[in-house]
Each structure stands twice: as C-alpha cells, then as structure tokens.
C-alpha cells in the first residue's frame, strides 16, 4: 500500500502565478479531505469529497481556490492567482469506504511558497 | 461550531520525564471521537491514540495516555519516559462519528531536551 501521494512535495511560485496541488488517494477509499497548515491558523479544512462529489468547501478561503476529483483516484488543489498568504503547508487525506472517521491517513503534504 | 482548543503553543521536558499537553473541546454531540495526532520534522501526521467518548476507560498506547473528562470536555495526553525521537507538533482533534472530517486544534509544539 503506497498510502496517500501527493505532488509536488514543495513548490515555489510567483505572485500571480497558478498553482496545482495532486493528490492520489489510496486505493478503496471513497472520502478525500484537502487541509491547509499555518502557524497561524493550525490546520484548516478547505474542501472534501464523498464518492468524488464535494460535499463542503465552505473552507475554501476564496474564490481563488478551486478543487476537482474527476475520479477515485485522483484530485486537484488549484490555486489561481495565487498569492504570498497562501503560502503554506497542503495535506491531502483519505479515508476508506463507509470508514469510521479514525482511519484518516494523510499524505505528507505540499510545501507552497509564494514570492 | 465545534472547536479544538490546545492552550500550549509550546512545551519542553527533559528526557525520561513526564509531560502533559492540554486539549478542551466544544460540541453539542454525545457521541463523539478525539484524537491526538503526531507531527515530527518529517511533516507526516502520525495517528497517536484515538478515544470514543462513550468509553469511560481512558485510552493507553504504550508511553502514551490519555485523561479524558467528558464533563469538563477536557482531553489531554501524557507522555510517559520522554525519548528525544517524541519531539515533534502534536495536535488534538474532534470530530462526530461517521464519515465526517476531523477538526484540529492549533497544535502544540513539544521539545524533548537531552
């Protein structure tokens, strides 16, 4: 089991530039979670999916985030435009299906810096 | 709202020692999860010890235990034997059973001193 993968491990972009998060949940799971960590803020939920339909994305700070799972196996974090406050640590998550919310295994997170 | 509130934002302990992190937790629910996850350098969050709030008995994993007071909503871990490799952001977290997502407090960051 590969567990939960996520790409890129760090990114460092431009102001103004789009960014894309990749997240690939392991295999059988059917919730996927997008969290974002600041020392600020802790760890926040952005968005996550049941089945591959989102279910909240009332933490999606603008409307400068976007997020997809066109399938099982696979989602997006967009960024676009992206700016210096969104810098920080990106976790993806998953967990199996009809699992009990304790089976939450992350990935080991996007590092983004914006200059 | 159900919030996760860590009042530590740092802690050190000498190695061997005992130390303490604090948790409370605000919710309508009556059955309900907490959490303590781990966080070292490496950046992965590691699973430390789970507790159902309807288990009155509280958890244990081995150097790590939890006091778990439903009434005062009050959830902290202890970490027994310290050992240089504990070091690391733990975070409490919270969430009603079922397939719902966790809810995590600002963390505290733990030192371990030689």
């Known amino acids: 089991d590969a567990g939960v993968i996520q790409s890129p491990r760090h990114e460092v972009t431009e102001m103004g530039q789009e960014v894309t998060l990749r997240c690939k949940p392991i295999s059988g799971h059917n919730s996927l979670f997008w969290y974002r960590q600041t020392m600020m803020r802790g760890l926040e939920l952005l968005i996550y999916f049941n089945n591959n339909v989102p279910i909240d994305d009332s933490g999606m700070p603008e409307d400068r985030f976007s997020a997809k799972m066109p399938n099982a196996s696979f989602s997006t974090l967009k960024i676009q435009p992206s700016e210096p406050r969104d810098s920080a640590v990106y976790f993806c998550?998953?967990?199996?299906?009809?699992?009990?919310?304790?089976?939450?295994?992350f990935g080991s997170g996007t590092q983004l810096s914006v200059l | 709202a159900q919030t996760v509130t860590q009042s530590q934002p740092e802690m050190s302990v000498q190695e061997a020692e005992t130390v303490t992190l604090s948790c409370t937790y605000d919710?309508?629910?009556?059955?309900?999860?907490l959490f303590w996850y781990k966080q070292p350098p490496s950046r992965q969050m590691i699973l430390v010890i789970r507790q159902e709030a309807y288990k009155q008995q509280n958890a244990t994993e081995n150097r790590f235990s939890v006091n778990f007071q439903k009434a005062a909503k009050s959830f902290s871990l202890k970490i027994s034997d310290s050992q240089l490799g504990d070091t690391a952001m733990y975070f409490c977290a919270f969430t009603p059973p079922g397939n719902t997502p966790l809810v995590f407090g600002k963390g505290t960051r733990l030192s371990v001193i030689a």
């Open positions: 919710t309508s629910e009556s059955n309900y999860y």
């Open positions: 998550a998953s967990s199996p299906v009809g699992g009990r919310v304790e089976k939450l295994f």
